[in-house]
């Protein structure tokens, strides 16, 4: 604590610390500790294990001079700690306080600072895929939308130019989300890059169908005619939602 690093022990221990710190402040059962460590088949000692896994968390935290705590309710335990010493509690009352904000730069220095929490994939090297799934999903998809989130407000700042490339690189990984491809839209055509933009709109339609079967949505296709139509509107509408 207070910038030091802690060795946090075995993988199956720090996988029961992180769950804890996830639900922090909230019990969490023994069984829902099982479940989560082994999604498939626990082994008949899990529960024992479970007990050895936070016997060794209490004493990582005991290193926290009393800021963070593990405590013992019936056949649960609870992790006692200010939310805003956990990196994912942190992340989520920063994202709030963005949208709380009416400046747009200010709101991309809170989301800047959220996104700077973010170390790699949630869960990453300590629990498996099923596990990362129901714990993590949320968060990565909450991460993404923080993302487009900032690029909004950027955009609306008129500094479409910052973030062109940026936008690039958010459809190659994640082709068939439309309201990153509309903000790379928004942002070419801001540019002068109409035709480019238009290619952008087409090359995401072929994707749609190919991979899963749908065509563009509404806001999508209103873009699209919208740059057809060279709208004056979208020289200063806000992009994507």
Same mark, same amino acid.
């Given at each position: 604590m207070?910038g ?6 075995p ?12 639900e922090?402040?909230?019990l ?6 099982? *479940?989560?460590?082994?999604?498939a ?21 005991a290193?926290s ?12 335990y609870l992790?006692r ?8 509690h942190? #992340? ?8 709380r904000t ?8 809170? /989301?800047?600072e959220?996104?700077?929490?973010w170390?790699?994939?949630? #869960?990453?090297?300590v ?15 909450a991460?993404? /939308?923080?993302? *487009?989130?900032?690029?909004?407000a950027?955009m ?7 973030v062109?490339?940026?936008? #690039?690189? &958010?459809? *190659?990984?994640?082709?068939?989300r ?9 942002a070419l055509?801001?540019g002068?890059?109409?035709?480019r933009?238009?290619?952008? #709109?087409?090359r ?9 079967g /749908?065509?563009p949505?509404t806001e ?13 509107? &979208? *020289?200063?509408?806000?992009s994507?939602?």
């Amino acid at each position: 604590m207070r910038g030091r690093s802690l060795a946090l022990g075995p993988r199956q221990q720090r996988l029961v610390l992180a769950i804890l710190a996830r639900e922090a402040n909230r019990l969490v059962s023994v069984d829902r500790l099982v *479940e989560l460590v082994w999604p498939a088949s626990p082994p008949r000692s899990a529960v024992h294990a479970i007990q050895v896994n936070v016997s060794g968390v209490r004493q990582v935290l005991a290193h926290s001079q009393g800021r963070v705590t593990l405590e013992t309710h019936g056949a649960g335990y609870l992790l006692r700690a200010d939310p805003l010493l956990i990196d994912v509690h942190r #992340f989520t009352a920063l994202l709030t306080q963005a949208r709380r904000t009416d400046d747009d730069l200010s709101r991309v220095s809170l /989301i800047d600072e959220a996104l700077a929490l973010w170390r790699g994939p949630v #869960f990453a090297g300590v629990a498996s895929d099923a596990t990362r799934d129901r714990l993590g999903a949320g968060l990565t998809e909450a991460r993404l /939308i923080a993302v *487009e989130d900032r690029i909004d407000a950027l955009m609306r700042a008129g500094r479409h130019g910052d973030v062109v490339y940026e936008l #690039f690189d &958010l459809t *190659e990984a994640h082709p068939t989300r439309e309201r990153l491809v509309g903000q790379l839209m928004l942002a070419l055509y801001r540019g002068g890059q109409a035709s480019r933009a238009l290619d952008v #709109f087409r090359r995401a339609r072929r994707l749609l169908a190919d991979e899963l079967g /749908i065509d563009p949505g509404t806001e999508l296709r209103r873009l699209e005619t919208a740059i057809l139509n060279a709208d004056s509107a &979208l *020289e200063l509408a806000a992009s994507g939602g």
